[in-house]
């Protein structure tokens, strides 16, 4: 199964692949237009697209009023005390994924209490963890009820957060180091997938579902790749 990270699972949905829609503050931060013109470009330095874009988004209740099940939520936390609020909103069925690891939220995001998130109505309660995570760190998720963890977010840099084919060989390692640990998580494996090549790269390392942003970049590829996996 193929997820669709954002930005792009805002807009696109396809029968064989789940759309990850976000991410959503509880409240919302302006200006996501203006920080895409300004911030997102190709970098040839770490062979992919940075941005600074900084979680703007319209706040997490456009998401509840335009979410349906085929689809899973991608939430950020910046404020302690803001999980009771969101769990008060947020329907107990829905799928959602937490961003525990933005680089450009200008903060550190919150995962004290994460675990209350955790439901048996909710399919996909996904960690999306940083490149940087330490194994102590995921065991200590893990203690606390994870079993689904998207490696990886973006690589913060001066210039902002990395996302495409720089992150794939810190990805793959972080998902081999998972799966020789744990044989009862699902791992999302995700940064820089093209091809079926990439594919089989990260079914190597033990990941079960991988996920796709950066290659809707580039048409012509994306077009070979549905006809691999989506169509």
């Known amino acids: 199964m193929i997820f669709i990270s954002p930005p792009f699972g805002k807009y696109l949905k396809f029968k064989k692949a789940i759309s990850i829609n976000g991410s959503y503050t509880l409240n919302p931060r302006r200006g996501l237009l203006i920080q895409i013109l300004k911030t997102l470009r190709y970098s040839y330095k770490y062979s992919g697209w940075v941005n600074k874009i900084g979680l703007r988004n319209?706040?997490?209740?456009?998401?509840i009023d335009y979410y349906d099940n085929s689809s899973v939520i991608s939430i950020a936390l910046l404020e302690e005390g803001e999980i009771p609020q969101i769990i008060e909103k947020i329907p107990k069925h829905m799928n959602i994924e937490l961003n525990i690891s933005c680089p450009n939220a200008g903060k550190k995001m919150i995962d004290v209490g994460i675990e209350k998130f955790l439901n048996e109505e909710r399919k996909w309660c996904i960690l999306k963890l940083p490149l940087t995570i330490s194994m102590d760190k995921i065991d200590e998720y893990?203690?606390?009820?994870?079993?689904?963890?998207?490696?990886?977010?973006?690589?913060?840099?001066?210039?902002?957060?990395?996302?495409?084919?720089?992150?794939?060989?810190?990805s793959l390692r972080l998902i081999e180091r998972i799966n020789e640990k744990y044989d009862d998580v699902v791992i999302i494996?995700?940064?820089?997938?093209?091809?079926?090549?990439?594919?089989?790269?990260?079914?190597?390392?033990?990941?079960?579902?991988?996920?796709?942003?950066?290659?809707?970049?580039?048409?012509?590829?994306?077009?070979?790749?549905?006809?691999?996996?989506?169509r």
Not at 58 to 63: E, F, R, S, V, Y
Not at 189 to 199: A, F, M, P, T, V
């Open 142 to 170: 893990y203690r606390l009820g994870f079993r689904q963890f998207h490696c990886c977010n973006t690589y913060p840099v001066e210039e902002g957060g990395v996302s495409g084919r720089y992150l794939m060989p810190h």
């Open 58 to 63: 319209p706040g997490i209740q456009q998401a």
């Open 189 to 230: 494996g995700g940064g820089g997938i093209q091809s079926k090549e990439d594919i089989e790269k990260y079914s190597n390392a033990g990941a079960k579902y991988y996920s796709i942003s950066t290659l809707l970049f580039n048409p012509w590829k994306f077009a070979i790749f549905y006809m691999d996996y989506l």
